[in-house]
């Protein structure tokens, strides 16, 4: 999740006029350079893979699975009756403690999360890019955007987390996620600047563009991260839209704490 960086390339329109039955058309996303195409090439296959080993994982485990079942059912074929009943009862009962230990995890979740609503830091993830990226670009937001859920989740201490600008096919792709209709996140159609409209000034646009340098969260204010994948398309975008909206700005201190060859953007 990215608060946008990109190449140099201007933000051209291609809006040439069109025969009176054909409406014109704008292109919004600039041409590739050589550079962002060679690390969307690279992307495309780390997905493969990744995707390729999640299917081999899964094979694993349904063997597994079955392999597990199949010594369950000769090991009753071999017991007495009086054997097999205990065993029963005894992998009933175990299965009874698992998931009275998964009720109590849920519990505790979700009091940490209540308790984030009133207290926690608030975070919030700008998903109003959806038009500037590709299907496979959202793919990966959204799957960037549940692991920031399920870690927030685990987290002792959690974030109140929202989602602004949930529209179109960001909002069709988000609800294909399991259960996401029961997650414990505010969800607003609107951008943020229309649904914090009151708290306008207590807004800051994180993005790596800023001039400012976030040394403290401050527990008063709310925090923006740009929810762009953009293979570094769109170079200062979310500054530019914070300075826009007329709202403040800062960047995380990424350089001082992680070495790292590609642009430190916020993730």
């Known amino acids: 999740m990215a608060a946008a960086t990109g190449n140099d390339d201007d933000n051209g329109f291609d809006n040439q006029l069109k025969p009176e039955s054909e409406p014109a058309t704008i292109n919004l996303s600039?041409?590739?350079s050589k550079n962002a195409q060679k690390k969307q090439l690279k992307q495309q296959r780390y997905?493969?893979?990744k995707a390729e080993k999640k299917a081999q994982e899964k094979e694993q485990k349904r063997k597994e699975g079955e392999r597990k079942h199949k010594e369950w059912e000769e090991t009753l074929a071999n017991a007495t009756e009086e054997e097999r009943l205990k065993l029963i009862e005894s992998r009933k009962s175990l299965r009874k403690e698992r998931m009275d230990k998964r009720s109590e995890e849920r519990e505790k979740k979700m009091e940490r999360l209540?308790?984030?609503k009133e207290i926690g830091q608030k975070i919030v993830i700008d998903v109003d890019f959806a038009h500037l990226m590709s299907d496979s670009e959202i793919s990966s937001l959204v799957q960037q955007i549940m692991y920031c859920y399920a870690v927030n989740g685990r987290s002792t201490s959690p974030c109140h987390l929202w989602l602004t600008g949930v529209q179109g096919k960001m909002s069709s792709e988000l609800d294909k996620l399991p259960g996401f209709e029961k997650w414990f996140i505010e969800k607003e159609s609107n951008c943020y600047i229309e649904a914090m409209a009151a708290q306008k000034d207590d807004l800051v646009y994180l993005s790596a563009d800023s001039e400012t340098v976030l040394d403290d969260l401050d527990p008063k204010h709310i925090y923006i991260?740009?929810?762009?994948?953009?293979?570094?398309?769109?170079?200062?975008?979310?500054?530019?839209?914070?300075q826009e909206q007329g709202i403040k700005t800062a960047k995380l201190p990424i350089g001082e704490y992680l070495k790292m060859s590609s642009s430190q953007v916020t993730n």
């Open 30 to 32: 600039p041409p590739l």
């Open 47 to 49: 997905e493969a893979k």
């Open 114 to 116: 209540n308790r984030a």
């Open 225 to 242: 991260i740009g929810g762009l994948v953009d293979r570094n398309r769109f170079k200062g975008i979310t500054m530019a839209k914070a």
